[in-house]
């Protein structure tokens, strides 16, 4: 009698042993769905990134500054269609399509030193070694460390400054781009 309790009790328990078994195995394939998924959407990014990259760096010629460190807006940029590395930086950092791929608090304009130590401006996405570089200087997306930038500065979209990726409480430097940044707050409140 305890052998046929002991079998069905273990018969009736298998399922849920089984089902156990199962749903664990659905979880797994769920959670290696979604870093798939991840990785699809990654990689869609930064394709997407890359031509948008690519879009700007073949509309806007690259044309030095008369004026010591003057920064357009975008849509001088846009306007001129010239501009040098901190115009197109600025132009590709209030990009709506960018701004839909990718939230603010990522982007980042960055005063850089090219690995010939000359000062340059790009746009960086995220932070630290991997971060996501986009150049004027060249159309696919790379990584800092890959590129070989060292970030000195770094300006975040809502105007926050950084240096080495730690928050700084201003710098003189990136006035002007707060100047920016109110312009245009005012022309899209109308």
Request: hydrophobic share 40%.
């Amino acid at each position: 009698m305890r052998t046929l309790l002991r079998f069905l009790l273990i018969g009736l328990a298998a399922p849920a042993l089984l089902g156990g078994c199962a749903s664990h195995k659905m979880k797994t394939q769920t959670v290696q769905q979604k870093v798939h998924q991840k990785r699809l959407q990654s990689d869609l990014s930064k394709a997407e990134l890359a031509q948008i990259n690519r879009q700007w760096n073949l509309f806007v010629t690259y044309k030095p500054d008369s004026l010591r460190d003057h920064w357009q807006s975008p849509t001088e940029t846009v306007e001129l269609k010239t501009g040098d590395c901190e115009d197109i930086s600025i132009a590709k950092m209030l990009d709506p399509a960018i701004r839909k791929l990718i939230p603010t608090d990522q982007l980042r304009l960055s005063y850089v030193h090219t690995p010939a130590g000359e000062p340059h401006m790009v746009l960086i996405i995220g932070s630290g070694k991997e971060a996501l570089v986009l150049d004027n200087l060249f159309d696919e997306i790379r990584t800092v460390s890959e590129s070989g930038y060292r970030p000195v500065y770094q300006l975040d979209a809502a105007g926050r400054v950084y240096q080495n990726d730690r928050r700084l409480e201003t710098h003189p430097k990136f006035e002007k781009f707060e100047l920016i940044l109110s312009e245009l707050k005012l022309s899209a409140a109308y």
